[in-house]
């Protein structure tokens, strides 16, 4: 067994520096899958100082499907918090639903699953396509620029902002504060992330507050309106869900954006054959090239055993889908980005499990729509620069990204 130097997979200087570590995770997958990663901020609260990584496709799947052996709440889904952290954001981090388990998960996300579906989704197309496309004209109108805040943000803002029934004069003020939150570790962020926890639920209660005088068909007034078994939504249950949708709606189809732009960019032949024949395959290789999302965790409610190692009851486990989307096992040639890849079974929405992303859908819509616009608008946009990442744990994000749009 060879023996690899002890890295901190959730280290956010480690993103940051050199995005996804997937020439690092290629050669462990290949000898020893299961791994225990040191961690050093959170002993106290995770009573632990690190957890097993998780790296192979089909484990990853299979914890994903079990919520009842690995559990979304005991520890949190957060495989790192921020370096102030205490115990108390640990458990408020819990009241999120995807930081909830089976049966308390399920009649949660009941409320809001069919505002989800593809016919809800669909819905909205002719509204978004006609958005992306004023984005990027604006974008093109002033020649060049940072592709981050003229491209990426407003799509996924305005759409998940406008279901959740906010007016558009706020969405900045609530997309900071989104950003604030998941992006805490970075020293750009505008406010400090427990503050900004803070406004986001006031922010919450005071639109909450005029729905019940004033019920429209907004996100907002579902959750109100929202009866699990005779009871009402508590107000940090009601809080907790407008806040997540802020944060999962705005901070992973930004950083997909980005990245699949900077991948074509990087791939000239791969964005001619875009621009040619917009393959249907495109979306997917750009949500597996980007992987949003690092990784979530689980908690083993019972001993037992991933890739032939032991993992003990109350150990946490860190799904690591930026390394299951490279896993040779599943993708061919995973390290080229292939746009006509099919199929493309990635897992950057999730394990199909409990928790699967419930925007996946929005999220495709939303990417399907932005590329179009970019293909059409500013086919000859071109990489000023190299990308600068956010510093972050878990997220895999890109705040800014030099262009010209001409
Ligand atoms: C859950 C990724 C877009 C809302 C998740 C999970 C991942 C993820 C990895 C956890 C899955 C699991 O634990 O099995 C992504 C990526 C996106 C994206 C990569 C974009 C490319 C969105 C959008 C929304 C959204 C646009 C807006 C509605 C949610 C919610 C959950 C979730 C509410 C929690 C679901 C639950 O716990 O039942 N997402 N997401 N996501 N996502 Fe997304």
Redesign the pocket.
């Known amino acids: 067994v060879p023996s690899f130097e002890q890295i901190d997979f959730t280290d956010p200087d480690l993103l940051q520096r050199g995005g996804l570590p997937i020439a690092e995770f290629a050669a462990r997958r290949a000898t020893a899958p299961v791994w225990w990663n040191p961690q050093d901020v959170g002993k106290e609260f995770y009573g632990d100082d690190g957890f097993w990584v998780i790296s192979r496709h089909s484990d990853i799947r299979a914890i994903?499907k079990d919520a009842g052996l690995w559990s979304s709440n005991l520890k949190g889904f957060n495989v790192r918090m921020p370096d102030e952290a205490g115990p108390e954001h640990l458990e408020a981090s819990k009241s999120f639903?995807?930081g909830l388990d089976p049966p308390e998960?399920t009649r949660m996300?009941r409320i809001v699953s069919r505002l989800?579906t593809p016919r809800a989704v669909g819905a909205l197309r002719g509204k978004l396509d006609a958005y992306a496309r004023d984005v990027v004209t604006a974008a093109a109108e002033s020649g060049t620029g940072n592709f981050v805040d003229d491209v990426a943000v407003h799509l996924?803002m305005r759409a998940?902002l406008d279901l959740l029934g906010v007016p558009e004069a706020d969405h900045q003020y609530l997309a900071d504060l989104a950003d604030a939150m998941a992006n805490a570790e970075d020293p750009d962020i505008k406010y400090n992330p427990f503050t900004a926890n803070a406004n986001l639920l006031a922010y919450a209660h005071a639109m909450a507050e005029d729905r019940r005088k004033n019920p429209t068909d907004d996100i907002v007034t579902t959750l109100v309106q929202a009866d699990i078994d005779g009871h009402a939504l508590s107000e940090l249950e009601f809080g907790f869900f407008v806040i997540?949708?802020v944060i999962?709606?705005n901070e992973?189809?930004r950083n997909?954006t980005s990245h699949g732009i900077n991948a074509f960019l990087d791939h000239p032949d791969q964005w001619e054959l875009y621009k040619r024949e917009r393959p249907p395959t495109t979306v997917e290789e750009i949500?597996r090239w980007a992987t949003?999302?690092h990784a979530?965790q689980r908690t083993a409610t019972r001993d037992t055993e991933v890739g032939g190692v032991r993992i003990e009851r109350g150990q946490r486990a860190g799904l690591f889908?930026s390394s299951a989307n490279y896993d040779d096992e599943v993708f061919d040639d995973p390290f080229s980005f292939d746009i006509l890849r099919d199929p493309n079974p990635h897992l950057?929405?999730?394990?199909n499990?409990?928790?699967?992303?419930?925007?996946?859908g929005?999220?495709r819509l939303e990417l399907d729509l932005i590329f179009n616009a970019l293909a059409d608008i500013v086919p000859d946009i071109t990489k000023l620069g190299a990308p600068v990442r956010v510093r972050s744990g878990w997220l895999h994000g890109v705040k800014r990204l030099p262009v010209s749009y001409r």
């Open positions: 994903s639903l995807i998960h996300r989800f996924p998940i997540l949708l999962a709606g992973t189809t997909a949500i949003p999302v979530f889908y950057a929405f999730g394990g499990g409990a928790h699967f992303c419930i925007g996946a929005l999220a």
